[in-house]
T-cell receptor, first 112, second 115 residues
Framework: DTAVSQTPKYLVTQMGNDKSIKCEQNLGHDTMYWYKQDSKKFLKIMFSYNNKELIINETVPNRFSPKSPDKAHLNLHINSLELGDSAVYFC???????????FGAGTRLSVL | AQSVTQPDIHITVSEGASLELRCNYSYGATPYLFWYVQSPGQGLQLLLKYFSGDTLVQGIKGFEAEFKRSQSSFNLRKPSVHWSDAAEYFCAVAPTDNAGNMLTFGGGTRLMVKP
């Protein structure tokens, strides 16, 4: 009954591959997010998405794209993976305007 | 643009000692303020939040934080640290204009607890 769940927990892949990370929340929230945590533990927002709008951090390369099949899911698709994409990716969710975000356990992506 | 600074990258305290983790923010108005904790290999857990009202807020696990508008600070405190408090602590802000609710995090403070 995990509130925000991400799969896989670990992902090891080669440069140039395309991969997806899945995120699901069972909290009934209408807004979901993706964050990237680099090797120095610095956390940075990548996307905010609800059924009305997608807000993209301008620093995110267009190789990254969020895909939401429904309100409870926000998957992260990454094309042409690069070494610098290695990081821990966190999914989160909240009610819009609620501002309290609940985080998943993270997906550690390693690009070789 | 908003920013969050946590001046202390590492802090070591003895078990039972008091703790204060510093957080300063830069924002055009008073934002929403948060403290999250990340245990090794884990996701982020919300410790406490400030939206408005009483500037001293209580959180889980015996933590509290005080919002000081004049200093643009939101420091986290605990009167007596337990070994299980060893973790990474993140201060964060969110805009009050509901611009996507996106959190801006500080760089984190790693807390180590000596027996």
């Amino acid at each position: 009954d995990t509130a925000v769940s991400q799969t896989p927990k670990y992902l090891v892949t080669q440069m140039g591959n395309d991969k997806s990370i899945k995120c699901e929340q069972n909290l009934g929230h209408d807004t979901m997010y993706w964050y990237k945590q680099d090797s120095k533990k610095f956390l940075k927002i990548m996307f905010s998405y609800n059924n009305k709008e997608l807000i993209i951090n301008e620093t995110v390369p267009n190789r990254f794209s969020p895909k939401s099949p429904d309100k409870a899911h926000l998957n992260l698709h990454i094309n042409s993976l690069e070494l610098g994409d290695s990081a821990v990716y966190f999914c989160a969710s909240s009610f819009s305007g609620g501002n309290i975000q609940y985080f998943g356990a993270g997906t550690r992506l390693s690009v070789l | 643009a908003q920013s969050v600074t946590q001046p202390d990258i590492h802090i070591t305290v003895s078990e039972g000692a008091s703790l204060e983790l510093r957080c300063n923010y830069s924002y055009g108005a008073t934002p929403y303020l948060f403290w999250y904790v990340q245990s090794p290999g884990q996701g982020l857990q919300l410790l406490l939040k400030y939206f408005s009202g009483d500037t001293l807020v209580q959180g889980i696990k015996g933590f509290e934080a005080e919002f000081k508008r004049s200093q643009s600070s939101f420091n986290l405190r605990k009167p007596s640290v337990h070994w299980s408090d060893a973790a990474e602590y993140f201060c964060a802000v969110a805009p009050t204009d509901n611009a996507g609710n996106m959190l801006t995090f500080g760089g984190g403070t790693r807390l180590m607890v000596k027996p």
